[in-house]
T-cell receptor
Framework: ETGVTQTPRHLVMGMTNKKSLKCEQH?????MYWYKQSAKKPLELMFV???????ENNSVPSRFSPECPNSSHLFLHLHTLQPEDSALYLC?????????????FGPGTRLTVL | AQTVTQSQPEMSVQEAETVTLSCTYD???????LFWYKQPPSRQMILVIR??????QNATENRFSVNFQKAAKSFSLKISDSQLGDAAMYFC???????????FGAGTILRVKS
């Protein structure tokens, strides 16, 4: 696999379920990101990890819990979600804080909360 | 806070013709980066072109070029000789010089007619 991969690609869950989204990057990057993409809204940055430490939490509700066990993997643990959390969740990675660091995106997980 | 505005929710262009997508942004910083990302229907977002704010010369990548007007805080994308594969959602994004937080606009859907 190359680039940034995400699993699952589609997820339907009830409000009482617990599930996790997985992201893996094969680019040797040291920064990873979670974004939420809702219809007709700008992408919203949720979390940033740099060198496996969380450096940004963009006022995300606690029902979303990120985990970065190493520089190649990023998880988003979900529990007791609300229907308004239905969206496309995108993972991205980049090479730290270099001036022109491009963010490479995964294909996303389409989440539907019933 | 920085904001990015894309005033065109949808645009259409005839194959082989030229189209321009608009983007304006608001920032008090003098050094920053601007990006155009393309998100095809398959959802994998890819970088189209980037512009460093300190460079006066407009960036160009094959059929894609930008018109960067720093004083006006405007960053439009011109696609020449449009192809069917250009059909996608296009996002304008901003990032400060040192940092990894991208601020996105709401996106413009580009349709290419054959």
């Amino acid at each position: 696999e190359t680039g940034v991969t995400q699993t699952p690609r589609h997820l339907v869950m009830g409000m009482t379920n617990k599930k996790s989204l997985k992201c893996e990057q094969h680019l040797g990057h040291n920064a990873m990101y979670w974004y939420k993409q809702s219809a007709k809204k700008p992408l919203e940055l949720m979390f940033v990890y740099s060198l496996e430490e969380r450096v940004e939490n963009n006022s995300v509700p606690s029902r979303f819990s990120p985990e970065c066990p190493n520089s190649s993997h990023l998880f988003l643990h979900l529990h007791t979600l609300q229907p308004e959390d239905s969206a496309l969740y995108l993972c991205a990675s980049s090479q730290g804080q270099l001036n022109n660091n491009e963010q490479f995106f995964g294909p996303g997980t389409r989440l539907t909360v019933l | 806070a920085q904001t990015v505005t894309q005033s065109q929710p949808e645009m259409s262009v005839q194959e082989a013709e030229t189209v321009t997508l608009s983007c304006t942004y608001d920032t008090s910083e003098s050094d920053y980066y601007l990006f155009w990302y393309k998100q095809p229907p398959s959802r994998q977002m890819i970088l189209v072109i980037r512009q460093e704010a300190y460079k006066q010369q407009n960036a160009t990548e094959n059929r894609f070029s930008v018109n960067f007007q720093k004083a006006a805080k405007s960053f439009s994308l011109k696609i020449s000789d449009s192809q069917l594969g250009d059909a996608a959602m296009y996002f304008c994004a901003y990032r400060v010089e040192y940092g990894n937080k991208l601020v996105f606009g709401a996106g413009t859907i580009l349709r290419v007619k054959s």
